[in-house]
């Protein structure tokens, strides 16, 4: 079983270790072609993705207003700059916060939960 921390950089599945779990830059595949594991029956949320902007953007904010206090460059140079580390950064992160997620819910057997009756 890999780490989860292998699962979100390396896209590995949480049960045989294939790289199958991403379908795309960061949407799950439906399932793992190896083991089978369905990846539609986790549940990681849109709170990476939240989380992850926001944290993101106070990070970005920061590098432009000290960029531009302290060698003042155009604004077509701080544009050159930020949009493309904003758009990698954002998706190499929820990539990696993703796939971190769904294997410490499949290592941790995490369900949804329910109320006793």
């Known amino acids: 079983m890999p780490r989860?921390?292998?699962?979100?950089?390396?896209?590995?599945?949480?049960r045989c270790g294939a790289k199958t779990l991403f379908a795309g830059w960061t949407r799950f595949a439906?399932?793992?072609?190896?083991?089978g594991l369905d990846y539609a029956a986790f549940n990681v949320g849109d709170g990476p993705a939240a989380f992850l902007t926001l944290i993101?953007?106070?990070?970005v904010v920061v590098g432009a207003v000290t960029l531009e206090l302290t060698l003042g460059p155009p604004l077509w140079v701080q544009l050159?700059?930020?949009a493309p580390v904003?758009?990698?950064?954002v998706v190499l992160s929820l990539r990696l916060a993703k796939g971190w997620?769904?294997?410490l819910e499949y290592r941790n057997a995490a369900r949804e939960g329910r109320l006793k009756q």
């Open 30 to 35: 439906e399932r793992c072609h190896a083991c």
């Open 56 to 59: 993101l953007g106070a990070l």
């Open 101 to 103: 997620l769904i294997a």
């Open 4 to 14: 989860p921390l292998d699962c979100g950089l390396k896209g590995l599945c949480p």
């Open 86 to 89: 904003t758009l990698a950064g």
């Open 80 to 82: 050159l700059i930020w």
